[in-house]
C-alpha cells in the first residue's frame, strides 16, 4: 500500500497565502509607528451672527372698497343723457345721468314766475301802506302766498334734482348698465362707484395674538396677481368682538394703491408685523436634528470641527434662531454637515 501525500496543490496555495498576510500585517506594525494622518474635508463656513428677525402673524383677507356704492334711481323714470364711461374716474359731485325731466323743469319754471309775481304784488303793497292805502292784512296775507309760493318752488326743484344723479364721492365707476331711453325704477343699478386709494383688507387672526395688536401696526399684502409685489399699509381698526365660533378677531387695514391696481374683492395674504428683534441666527442647514436635541458643527482654531449642542427658537425662511450654545461670530459648518465628524480637520471655503 502507497503512503498517502501530504502536501496536495491546494495545501501549498493556502501556505503561501497565510504567509503573505502575515508579512502585510508585520511590516506595517513596523514600518508606521504613528497613525497616519487624517484627510480634510472641504466644507463651507459662515459665522453665527445677530440678524433682524420679524416676528410676523400671516391671514387671508378680502380687498374692499373705502367707499362703495351702487348708483341707483329714486323715481322711476327714462333714461335723458349719459355723461360717463365705463371705468370712468369721477369727482365728487360729477353729473353722471339725466333722466326724463320736462315736466319737473316746467313746473319749477311756473314756480319761479309766480314767486317773481307775488314778491312784486308784496312790495306793491307796501309801498301803498306808506300812503294809507293799503291795511296790515293784506300785506300780511301777500307775505304768506310768499312764502308758500317760495316752499313749492323749492319742492320742485328737489323732485327735479332727483332726476340728476351725481356722483356721490370720488373714485371710479363700474360697468354701465342701462342706455339712452332705458326705464328705470328705484333699486336698478345704473353702475358702481368704488374709492380705491386706500383699500381696505380685512381679514382675520386668532385672539392668542390680541395683546399685540393696534393701530397703526405695519402690514403687508401680496396678490396672485402681483406675486412679486409687495403692497404696504397699516391698521386702521379692530373689531369690537371675538367671534365665539372661530375664537378670532377682525382686522381692517388700509393698503396704499396709488395706480388703482388692487381691485375690491380680491384675495390678499397679509403679513402682520408684530415686533422687530434682533437676535443670533445660523443658516437652517446647518442645524442638526437628533431626536429631541439640536446640533451644529463648530470650527474651533486649530481647524478642526466639534459637535455642540444649541438651543433653537423661531425660525424664519433659511434661517433659525439659536438662543443658546453659540456666540455671535463663532464658525460653524453650514454646507457639507454630512462628510464631517467630530473632531475631523477641514478645509474651511467662507461664504
Known sequence: MAKRSYFTPLTVVVVILAGVTAWLYFDDGDSS??????AQVTIV??????????????GLGTAQARESVNVMARVTQNVREIHFTDGQDVAEGDLLVVLSDREERARVQELEFR????RRQLNRLRELAQENAASRSMIDEQEVRVEQTAAELEVARSRLEELRIHAPFSGRLGLRQVS????????????????????Y???????????????????????????DREFAGRITSLASRVDPITRSIQIRAAIANDNNELRPGMLLRVQLE???????????????PIRNEHFVYRINEDSRVEMVTVSVGRRQPGWVEITGGLEEGEQIVVEGVIRVRDGLP???VER
Open 115 to 118: 314767486l317773481a309775481e307775488n
Open 274 to 288: 408684530r415686533r422687530v428683534d434682533h437676535t443670533l441666527m445660523v443658516p437652517e442647514a446647518a442645524v442638526i
Open 180 to 199: 339712452p331711453g332705458s326705464l328705470v325704477r328705484p333699486g336698478d343699478v345704473i353702475t358702481t362707484l368704488d374709492a380705491l386709494d386706500p383699500i
Open 45 to 58: 463656513g459662515a459665522p453665527a451672527r445677530v440678524m433682524e428677525f420679524r416676528d410676523t402673524i400671516e
Open 201 to 227: 383688507v380685512d381679514f382675520s387672526v386668532p385672539e392668542f395674538y390680541l395683546p399685540s395688536l393696534q393701530q397703526g401696526q405695519r402690514v403687508a399684502a401680496i396678490s396672485a396677481a402681483y406675486p
Open 346 to 348: 477641514v478645509n474651511v
Open 33 to 38: 509607528g504613528a497613525q497616519r494622518p487624517q
